[in-house]
T-cell receptor
């Protein structure tokens, strides 16, 4: 059973638009990660957030960890076709196990 | 070392056959994970090794599934008597487990299983 719910499940937007993806849980996590996965490949880490309320920026991507460390968001400014992919949040459950969210499939149209 | 490698990349088998997947992690990584992923969904945790010890096995993993990491290096995941519901991408990931680190998972490209 997935403990990380992502929304929306699917998003199709035009190049240049902004978007936000959400990752929510009822559990508190010590850290949370965001990965991006392209077809035929494994997920690749984008960022790790650790502190409640933390905001990290990676070029046009802005990641925020909720104050209570139960949720996170990913905002993309001026989306480009190269941003297309499956975005996954992940969190450590226990000492070593990582669980993944349900995923948000993003398609950016040129 | 170029990263995590998995073999085979694709496997088509008939229901009832056994299949085995291999994962070679990044050489200095002591932690190794197996995940299963169906189309458009997030990876589901299957099992985890620290060195050669299998520390957790998901309830998703029936008795038909077994994983080993005999020398703490490469790992194999075997599925016996495959069923159509086993069709999925099987992902392997490794990480360097050091206290205090948040732990990036490095994934292989996956082994896609199709059971006919």
């Amino acid at each position: 059973t997935q403990l990380l719910e992502q929304s929306p499940q699917f998003l199709s937007i035009q190049e240049g638009e902004n978007l936000t993806v959400y990752c929510n849980s009822s559990s508190v996590f010590s850290s949370l990660q965001w990965y991006r996965q392209e077809p035929g490949e494994g997920p690749v880490l984008l960022v790790t957030v650790v502190t409640g309320g933390e905001v990290k920026k990676l070029k046009r991507l802005t990641f925020q960890f909720g104050d209570a460390r139960k949720d996170s968001s990913l905002h993309i400014t001026a989306a480009q076709p190269g941003d297309t992919g499956l975005y996954l949040c992940a969190a450590r459950s226990g000492t070593y196990k990582y669980i993944f969210g349900t995923g948000t499939r993003l398609k950016v149209l040129a | 070392d170029t990263g995590v490698s998995q073999d085979p990349r694709h496997k088509i088998t008939k229901r009832g056959q056994n299949v085995t997947f291999r994962c070679d992690p990044i050489s200095e990584h002591n932690r190794l994970y197996w995940y299963r992923q169906t189309l458009g969904q997030g990876p589901e945790f299957l099992t985890y090794f620290q060195n050669e010890a299998q520390l957790e096995k998901s309830r998703l993993l029936s008795d038909r599934f077994s994983a080993e990491r005999p020398k703490g290096s490469f790992s194999t995941l075997e599925i016996q008597r495959t069923e159509q519901g086993d069709s999925a991408m099987y992902l392997c990931a490794s990480s360097l487990g050091l206290a205090g680190l948040t732990g990036e998972l490095f994934f292989g490209e996956g082994s896609r299983l199709t059971v006919l």
